[in-house]
């Protein structure tokens, strides 16, 4: 059916799993969908939220290629002229390495009304899965929030430095990646013995976690990961394994 006005396209996020971490405002736009396109990662019963809507995947994992994004685009602008509610639903929170930008930036230049839903990320259900705080006073008074990822045609960064720099890290779609992360980390001169926490499936029962240290992240190419991972770097993770197990002891 057509429509005279255009619609509304809402970018929300999803939260990094377990669907009770959705916003209010979330639930409500997913409720009143009438389309929601989605990523990969977004979990089924967040998904049966939009009970209404047409659930469309749209599948990309890491946002790096660049054709998909701008067919992705160009669904968003084509659904809002035939719907109300046109949702664009991302894991955790759409405005980190999400790509949200792009598809801002063209709803923006067709005019089309578009609105931004926050999310909570993957690195704050990580923290609460390990019962360790990402800051700590004398300990810890920044958090980085990095990936080493590269899209196609996009030129390298110096994540490790930002990395190096900063009491906390957090690293996003870099466990396919550990050997070289510490590579990178350890020619920084960051200490081998720097613990780092691994964190499987953030906020699901299905979490699972590791505590490690830099020298010896190389060995987690030897896992066999069955969800999204995050590593956390920084001395705010000694003992996360112990803090970690008393957590979940508590939720079951
Ligand atoms: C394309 S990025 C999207 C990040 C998302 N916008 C956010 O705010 O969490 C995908 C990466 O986020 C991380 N991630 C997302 N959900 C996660 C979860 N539940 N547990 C652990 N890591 C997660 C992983 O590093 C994954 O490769």
Partial sequence: MKRNA???VYLVGAGPGAADLLTLRAARVLADADVVFHDALV???VLAVASRAERIAVGKRCGKHSTAQRFINKRLVDAAAKHRVVVRLKGGDPMLFGRAQEELDALRAAGIDVEVVPGVTAALAAAADLGVSLTRRGLSRSVVFVTPRVGDGEQPNDWA???ARADTAVIYMGAGE???ISAA???RGKPSSLPVA???NASLPESRRWLTTLGALPGLADE???GPVLLLLGEVFAGAGRE???AYRRRA
């Fill in 185 to 187: 980390l350890l020619a």
């Fill in 224 to 226: 066999a990961f069955r």
């Fill in 43 to 45: 979990h089924p019963d």
């Fill in 198 to 200: 691994v964190v499987e």
């Fill in 6 to 8: 255009p619609g509304k």
């Fill in 161 to 163: 430095a930002t990395v």
């Fill in 244 to 246: 970690a197990d008393e």
């Fill in 178 to 180: 550990a050997a070289a």
